[in-house]
């Protein structure tokens, strides 16, 4: 394991690094009132992470080149916004990109454009249809879509590089129509495994994302038992998210974060500093 060690006796985990702002095309919430949710549930460190998906179709609900992201403006914020919160919240700068195989060089050349603490690369669209939107579903089992997305991301994997963690694994299973009814670990063992071979082989990290339980699935993305085989295959890197669209998601369900991820047979969580892992014990 490499990266500089932290110790704590906190009783929640204290970083959210993984929340969204007025800058999302799907959020309201503007950086200040994150900021002061985060304070108010004991957050010691938060990164946000807004999106940017390139190439995303045109919607009828959000209008033409949705989730942009005006990164100058953007990346000025949050440095301001760091500035003024130094010594009560330690605040991130960070990005979620929008992961499709033809995006590798794009994104290659915008992150080294600006000074990111922690980049995101999360599977949105399958063959440029968002599972949020349900029409992937249509004349298909939940099964064969949640399969096409794993291989998806597979392929992303193979043409992606310039990110650190890959966000909630399994969100296809969020937005399927019985959810978790035709999901397992083991009934998609062999295109899981290989997305995490792939991840611990890039050096890149995976991210727990609570947003699956705000969604009602009764487990994280990605579900515990991906988890334990991330670890049993050799992943250290976990870093841990609400995706809070709101004030008050931040920091969502993070009482039972460190629980879940021990049982999963992690000592650490891992937070990003200047794209390099800090580990941190789990309280």
Known sequence: M??????????????????????????????????????????TSVCITDHLDLDYPED????PDPFQLDLK?????????????????D?????????????????????????FDFVIGSLHLVHGMDPYYGKIFEGRTDADVYREAFRETIRCLDSVSSFDVLGHLDYVVRYGRNKAQEYSYRQ??????????????GGKGLEMNMGGMKYGLGFANPHPDV???YRELGGEIVTVGADAHKPEHVAYDFEEAGEILKSCGFH???????????????P
Request: hydrophobic share 35%.
């Open 2 to 43: 490499t990266g500089d060690f932290v110790k704590r006796d906190d009783s929640m985990i204290r970083g959210d690094f993984h929340m969204h702002t007025e800058f999302s095309t799907d959020s309201e919430a503007s950086v200040r009132s994150m900021l002061e949710a985060s304070l108010e549930r004991g957050l």
């Open 60 to 63: 009828e609900e959000l209008g």
């Open 73 to 89: 403006r953007y990346t000025a914020m949050l440095t301001r916004m760091r500035e003024e919160y130094r010594g009560k919240l």
């Open 91 to 115: 605040v991130c700068i960070g990005v979620e990109l929008g992961l499709q195989p033809h995006l590798g060089k794009a994104y290659e050349k915008l992150v080294r454009e600006y000074p």
């Open 188 to 201: 998609f063992s062999d295109e899981i495994d290989e997305i995490l071979k792939k991840v611990i082989s």
């Open 227 to 229: 988890l334990k085989r």
């Open 268 to 282: 650490y969580y891992t937070e990003f500093k200047a794209r390099k892992p800090v580990f941190m014990r789990i």
